[in-house]
């Protein structure tokens, strides 16, 4: 069966910079964990990067977010230094300049992977978005999150989003285990 481990925007700039907390930062040893159980398991590994230009404030999402991060080819845009052996090694990195990917829902709907596990920040963002439109372009995907091995802006929003994910037949695993 094909499977696919989906790491959700693990930027510097989500984990040490501008929006940046412990709780993302403390799940970091776990999702180094689960890359390497997937990889051992042989499934494909796919890393997503929000991605922004310099004009951030200018757009939509800088107007609601007037906090420049993950501005491309910046220190905060790159993967966390904790993650970056495991991007290189034979793993797809997407860069969406949005909260979720249609370029990733199609990749694992025509590439017809069986199931994906769904890891990384912001739970209550990037997280919830990109699952849901994998969702809809993918219906019949198994789709899981990990709950430990996901953050949100607060553990509060963390929680609630995986509520409405569990609402949209997610399979959640781990809830209650997370690190913070």
């Known amino acids: ?100 990917s249609v370029f990733l829902g199609q990749h694992l709907s025509v590439e017809k992977y069986k199931a994906a596990e769904f890891v990384g920040v912001c739970t209550d963002i990037c997280v919830i978005s990109n699952v849901l439109t994998v969702k809809a372009l993918a219906p019949e995907l198994a789709i899981t999150v990990d709950a430990s091995c996901c953050a949100g802006v607060t553990p509060e929003s963390h929680r609630t989003a995986l509520e409405a994910m569990k609402a949209c037949q997610i399979h959640v695993v781990n809830e209650g285990r997370e690190p913070y």
């Open 1 to 100: 069966m094909k499977k696919a481990l989906i790491v959700i925007d693990m930027q510097n700039d989500f984990i040490t910079g501008a929006l940046g907390n412990s709780q993302c930062q403390a799940i970091v040893p776990n999702i180094q964990a689960k890359i390497k159980a997937a990889r051992e398991e042989g499934a494909d590994i796919i890393f997503t990067m929000d991605t922004h230009e310099e004009n951030y404030l200018e757009t939509q999402e800088g107007k609601n977010l007037p906090v420049p991060h993950c501005i491309k080819g910046t220190e905060g845009w790159k993967l966390i230094p904790e993650l970056k052996a495991e991007s290189e090694q034979n793993a797809r990195k997407i860069e969406k300049r949005t909260f979720g």
